[in-house]
Nanobody, 123 residues
Framework: VQLQAFGGGLVQAGGFLRLSCANSRRTFSNNGVGWFRQAPGKEREFVSAISWNGGNTLFADSVKGRFSISRDNAKNMVYLQMNSLKPEDTAVYYC?????????????????WGQGTLVTVSS
């Protein structure tokens, strides 16, 4: 599995970014996909997850109302739209493929992890 998260960058507080997660080797259309992030000196934390068909989504309380998640199975892509960004959103963001059809906040439920993409939000 070749999983890659991209789309990070430097943005001012209040701005937006869209992260993408691509799987170039194998389809994940039957799997849930999750986004996690890890800030410097902090533990990895759950951000959002989406079920195989996009019908179920989950968000961490810290991003509810600001982030949205979607997927395009025809393109083998999952997206994380991040609006109203805050400096505390600064982190390396990772996407991961769930073992099941649904994503969960538990990192142990994911078996493929991509390389992360850095998001930096300046104040």
């Amino acid at each position: 599995v070749q999983l890659q998260a991209f789309g990070g960058g430097l943005v001012q507080a209040g701005g937006f970014l869209r992260l993408s997660c691509a799987n170039s080797r194998r389809t994940f259309s039957n799997n849930g996909v999750g986004w996690f992030r890890q800030a410097p000196g902090k533990e990895r934390e759950f951000v959002s997850a989406i079920s195989w068909n996009g019908g179920n989504t989950l968000f961490a309380d810290s991003v509810k109302g600001r982030f949205s998640i979607s997927r395009d199975n025809a393109k083998n892509m999952v997206y994380l739209q991040m609006n109203s960004l805050k400096p505390e959103d600064t982190a390396v963001y990772y996407c991961a493929v769930a073992r099941s059809s649904y994503g969960t906040p538990n990192a142990e439920s994911y078996h493929y992890w991509g390389q992360g993409t850095l998001v930096t939000v300046s104040s």
